[in-house]
């Protein structure tokens, strides 16, 4: 563990990660140094590591930007600590401003090998008057070395169907323009800036970004990790360029919150990972950190295959007659969890609005769903069912049942989305009726695992009993995250799926706490493998659940390219099983025995992508999966793309290796040939016309040695 302090600077740190803080009292407390080891000097920081936007007192220069507030620019150094908590450990850097009393303490936590930290910052009001606060930073720092021409900002967009959409871009690129800011001798005043609103914290824009500079290698990669509100900011300062990463903010979320003398208010969590080799160390070490973070669970080793009634399936509409034969199918082809996903609770009647009681449905299953649940149990699976616990149909008699304030509301009145009321999780009476209804399906019927959905966004948030509407969500938020953790206290072996339409709520507040991630509802199974592809750089792989819904009428190309968008992540399957032939059986089988193959390998994975990260109409996409001396890699070939491709895998150039196809075997095999000088695999499908996909193992064949002429052959 690096651990020092003088009068100008803390370190702090360990053989993967060193932070320096200039710490002097003649400038900014600000981190002059956060990379991968031990690094060049760097000139000191003028970015403050904390930025505070209070009433009355505002910004130091007016913007747009988190950046140059004048409490940050005023705040003076009063101390650290380091402590440990557990395998994390935490240094605790303190600043504080005379003329309002407040004191900021920004906590850094780090595992020991991991080139990643979680940051927050808390603030205590030791003044003698209220403090109304409008946004604190959980993290803020210049990015140290670089030059903003080298820059490059790594970031991602989001939709309902069209999830992690990435995009690379040199800041001077439309983000940062160049002004000549030294020739005015004062840093800028706008910035880049990505806001999340609601409680849909993917809906639009991700709370993953990052910087890299081109020229060193640098990058940084960070995440929020808040299942709300969130604001991610870079910018360009006189010295180079900044981040700022906060959780909700008045002039974004209508958040606001008196803080009383005495009283302490802390930020959400977010975390930077670092590296001197580029996104993909970058990605290395924030799935490292990932891994720290998310709760332990016997799922994490055991990685079951989940199939799921839903979709491009029975769509909503299950009954006795329709699961039976899927159970006893997905059974045979080797499923683990069978999920029972919505309309389960269904009489018939329109149920979108009605939702709330969660009983079963007594026409759908005559002689009770436990028939059902008991046939999936008697095949060897775990039970499962789709809920959405947080939201109460407008027709419920949910909604007469519970006391007004159980809800969110603004003004007074209870908030309606698309027909439904959301429940407030602050108040007793819902979580009441949470745990009620889960412990009933838990106890009563054996449900061993929850497809945890959410699909409607409340907005703003509830000025019931708040200071304003964001700080109302920002509670709410959080009650969720306790409600989870009391749930898994109490079930610790139950499985929850996070999924909100689809991959609205990808964030690490939730995945921390739940075992996988459905990454979207796109029901195109020629669509959907760009999403899978960038999973990764927002979820973990092993927690990373894409539909593999093969369909009896697919060609055997088709066939084969759907079941491979699940295959480098949690399998998650769907698809009429009970109506396909046994050929087609037996490659989803196939599939299944590759994924439990490999699945121990994925959970200590590190993502790359040799063609880069997709681009939504891109012709070619490939994902690999790095464990050890082995790559995982996939390679889906769509509609219109050329006759090959060339993949570039520098972790294996120098070195000789052998190709082979883990799924599917059974279809005519792809042409390989292998550059070991550039490290370059070029492959070419048999068929040039149709959509095909595969999965190969690459491993080190001969050996490290010269540089070859590339090496020909047919990936088998």
């Not at 606001?256 to 996104?279: D, K, N, R, Y």
């Not at 290395?284 to 891994?291: D, G, K």
């Not at 480098?568 to 396909?580: F, V």
């Not at 990260?613 to 219109?640: C, E, I, K, N, Q």
Request: proline share 7%; glycine share 10%.
């Amino acid at each position: 563990m690096i651990s020092s302090e003088s009068a100008t600077s803390v370190v702090w740190g360990h053989s993967a990660l060193e932070l320096v803080v200039d710490v002097s009292p003649d400038g900014p407390v600000g981190v002059r140094t956060l990379a991968a080891g031990p690094r060049a000097e760097h000139p000191r920081a003028t970015q403050p590591l904390v930025e505070l936007m209070v009433a009355g007192e505002g910004r130091a220069r007016a913007s747009h930007r988190f950046s140059d507030t004048a409490l940050g620019a005023r705040m003076v150094y009063a101390g650290s600590a380091r402590t440990r908590d557990g395998k994390w450990s935490e240094l605790h850097v303190d600043v504080r401003d005379e003329r309002t009393g407040l004191l900021a303490r920004t906590t850094f936590r780090s595992v020991d090998g991991v080139a990643a930290c979680q940051v927050r910052t808390t603030v205590t009001n030791r003044g003698d008057v209220p403090v109304l606060l409008h946004g604190v930073t959980s993290f803020a720092a210049g990015f140290p070395g670089a030059e903003v021409g080298d820059v490059e900002l790594l970031r991602g967009e989001s939709e309902w169907l069209g999830e992690g959409r990435w995009t690379r871009h040199p800041l001077r690129d439309g983000v940062t323009p160049d002004l000549n800011l030294r020739l005015h001798g004062q840093p800028g005043r706008g910035r880049f800036a990505a806001v999340s609103t609601g409680t849909w914290s993917t809906g639009t824009h991700l709370p993953t970004a990052g910087l890299a500079d081109r020229r060193t290698g640098q990058a940084w990669l960070w995440q929020v990790e808040h299942n709300g509100a969130w604001r991610w900011e870079v910018g360009e300062r006189l010295d180079g360029a900044y981040v700022a990463l906060l959780g909700p903010t008045d002039v974004d979320h209508q958040w606001q919150h008196f803080l009383l003398p005495g009283e302490a208010f802390t930020t959400v969590p977010v975390s930077v990972a670092v590296s001197e080799s580029g996104v993909d160390g970058a990605v290395a070490a924030l799935t490292a950190h990932r891994r720290e973070l998310v709760r332990p669970h016997p799922d994490r080793s055991a990685l079951p295959v989940v199939f799921n009634d839903y979709m491009n399936t029975l769509m909503g509409d299950p009954t006795t007659a329709k699961l039976l034969p899927l159970v006893d199918a997905a059974a045979d082809v080797g499923a683990e969890v069978f999920c029972v996903d919505a309309g389960w609770y269904d009489n018939g009647t329109s149920w979108w609005d009605a939702v709330g009681e969660w009983r079963p449905s007594e026409t759908r299953f005559p002689r009770g769903i436990a028939e059902v649940l008991t046939r999936i149990r008697e095949r060897g699976m775990v039970p499962g069912l789709w809920l959405e616990p947080e939201v109460i149909g407008v027709r419920s008699p949910m909604a007469d049942k519970l006391p007004a304030a159980a809800f969110l509301q603004r003004g007074g009145v209870r908030l309606v989305e698309h027909d439904r009321y959301v429940l407030d999780l602050r108040h007793p009476s819902a979580v009441a009726h949470l745990d009620d209804v889960v412990d009933r399906l838990v106890e009563d019927l054996g449900v061993g695992y929850f497809k945890l959905d959410y699909n409607v966004d409340p907005g703003t948030g509830t000025d019931f009993a708040a200071d304003s509407a964001g700080a109302g969500l920002l509670a709410h938020n959080r009650a969720h995250l306790e409600w989870l953790d009391r749930l898994l206290d109490r079930h610790p072996d139950l499985i929850l799926e996070n999924c909100a339409s689809g991959a609205m709520r990808m964030d690490y507040a939730l995945l921390s706490r739940m075992q996988l991630q459905s990454t979207s509802d796109q029901q195109d199974p020629l669509r959907y493998p760009p999403i899978a592809v960038s999973a990764p750089m927002s979820v973990l792989p092993e927690q990373s659940a894409s539909w593999a819904y093969p369909q009896p009428d697919m060609a055997e190309e088709l066939f084969a390219y759907t079941v491979c968008t699940g295959m480098l992540g949690r399998l998650y399957l769907s698809g009429r099983l009970d109506l396909m032939d046994p050929g087609r059986l037996r490659s989803v089988r196939d599939a299944v025995r590759v994924f439990r193959e490999i699945r121990a390998d994925l959970a200590v994975a590190a993502p790359v992508w040799p063609l880069g990260l997709p681009a939504w109409s891109d012709p070619w996409l490939s994902l690999g999966l790095r464990s050890g001396d082995v790559t995982h890699l996939a390679v889906w070939r769509r509609d219109g793309a050329g006759p090959d491709v060339t993949l570039s895998l520098p972790h294996l150039r120098g070195r000789s290796v052998d190709v082979d196809v883990l799924y599917p075997r059974e279809l005519p095999a792809w042409s390989h040939s292998w550059d070991q000088g550039t490290g370059s695999l070029t492959l070419a499908p048999a068929h040039h016309d149709t959509a095909s996909a595969r999965l190969f193992r690459i491993a080190p064949g001969g050996g490290r040695g010269p540089a070859t002429p590339p090496t020909g052959g047919t990936a088998r």
